[in-house]
């Protein structure tokens, strides 16, 4: 597809349980960022891929968040031991150069801890 | 650490109307802003982006406006449609390390009525 894609576009884990959530960025884009919307919280920067530099791992909440980018390409973003407050939608976007370019975003993961 | 605010939080108007959608930031020092249209369940479609260089942009019935100096954005929308209904953002992007970290405004939820 043409776009930035998103899997799974809902999940409904249990508290404790560990989640995946899977990001593949528009082919060729060589950045990539993960954002998470909460509600009342708003758009807020999770972590940023750039090539094959260190991801910039500033926005995660706590040491249950991690994320991987292989290859170059796809992204997951692992969050153990989930928590209700992890509760929100998780996007994903991509772009295609360093530089003054806009966002691509995905459709979102909207993830549910009961 | 960069505040984005966005003025009025709901906005209904009759279709056919001209609108404006307000957005303030704190920190001047920006690389570019961008403003997002999300339809509810969807992910983010960039609108317009505005370099820190320039005035403004323009796509169709839309036009961005940007005065750095006072930290501010507005987005025009002219002769609206039911089709225009959706939530706004706009977001700022401050260059650090080469990556364009975005930080969100709260949305402006737009809707237009027949």
């Known amino acids: 597809g043409a776009g930035v894609s998103q899997s799974p576009s809902n999940k409904v884990t249990e508290k404790g349980k560990d989640v995946e959530l899977r990001c593949d960025p528009i082919s060729g884009h060589t950045a990539l960022y993960w954002y998470r919307q909460s509600l009342g919280q708003g758009l807020e920067f999770l972590i940023y891929f750039q090539g094959n530099s260190a991801p910039d791992k500033s926005g995660l909440p706590s040491d249950r968040f991690s994320a991987e980018r292989t290859g170059g390409s796809v992204s997951t973003l692992t969050i153990q031991r989930t928590q209700q407050e992890d509760s929100a939608v998780y996007l994903c976007?991509?772009?295609?150069?360093?530089?003054?370019?806009?966002?691509?975003f995905g459709q979102g993961t909207r993830l549910t801890v009961v | 650490k960069q505040e984005v605010t966005q003025i009025p939080a709901a906005l209904s108007v009759p279709e056919g109307e001209n609108l404006v959608l307000n957005c303030s930031f704190t920190d001047s020092a920006i690389y570019n802003l961008q403003w997002f249209r999300q339809d509810p369940g969807k992910g983010l479609t960039s609108l317009l982006l505005?370099?820190?260089?320039?005035r403004e942009q323009t796509s169709g019935r839309l036009n961005a406006s940007l005065d750095k100096s006072s930290g501010r954005s507005t987005l025009y929308i002219a002769a609206s449609q039911p089709g225009d209904s959706a939530t706004y953002l706009c977001a700022v992007a401050r260059l650090t390390g080469g990556g364009n970290k975005l930080t969100f405004g709260t949305g402006t939820q737009l809707k237009v009525e027949l």
């Open positions: 976007a991509s772009y295609p150069q360093r530089g003054n370019t806009e966002a691509f």
């Open positions: 505005i370099q820190s260089s320039q």
